[in-house]
Nanobody, 124 residues
Framework: QVQLVESGGGLVQAGDSLRLSCAAS????????MGWFRQAPGKEREFVAS????????NYAESLKGRFTVSRDNAKNTVYLQMNSLIPEDTAVYYC?????????????????WGQGTQVTVTS
């Protein structure tokens, strides 16, 4: 069993930056592919980014490339999502997720464990 706890969300203004963290326990982080998803009010949950076990490969939602960066510190069992130049449309609950398989995916149903999410609100 893997437990995931997100932190770092908050209320910010457009143009600000935030760094989200996801602390994992119950399994060595280096054995997990990690992903970030988000769900805006009234919308379906959508893929944000993913990162391979050793951090050597990442994938992003096309619309977020250049503003968001996913990284991981396996020694600290933590995954990060750096979000820059935030816009109101980034307002959502952000979730981290863990995948025990060997292939990165943008699909929610490929991830085995989920955190409870952290709220990010961006005001104009």
């Amino acid at each position: 069993q893997v437990q995931l706890v997100e932190s770092g969300g908050g209320l910010v203004q457009a143009g600000d930056s935030l760094r989200l963290s996801c602390a994992a326990s119950g399994r060595t982080l280096s054995s997990l592919i990690m992903g970030w998803f988000r769900q805006a009010p009234g919308k379906e949950r959508e893929f944000v980014a993913s990162i391979l076990r050793n951090g050597g490969n990442t994938n992003y939602a096309e619309s977020l490339k250049g503003r968001f960066t996913v990284s991981r510190d396996n020694a600290k069992n933590t995954v990060y999502l750096q979000m820059n130049s935030l816009i109101p449309e980034d307002t959502a609950v952000y979730y981290c997720a863990a995948d025990i398989s060997y292939l990165m995916s943008t699909r929610m149903d490929r991830y085995d464990y989920w955190g409870q999410g952290t709220q990010v609100t961006v005001t104009s």
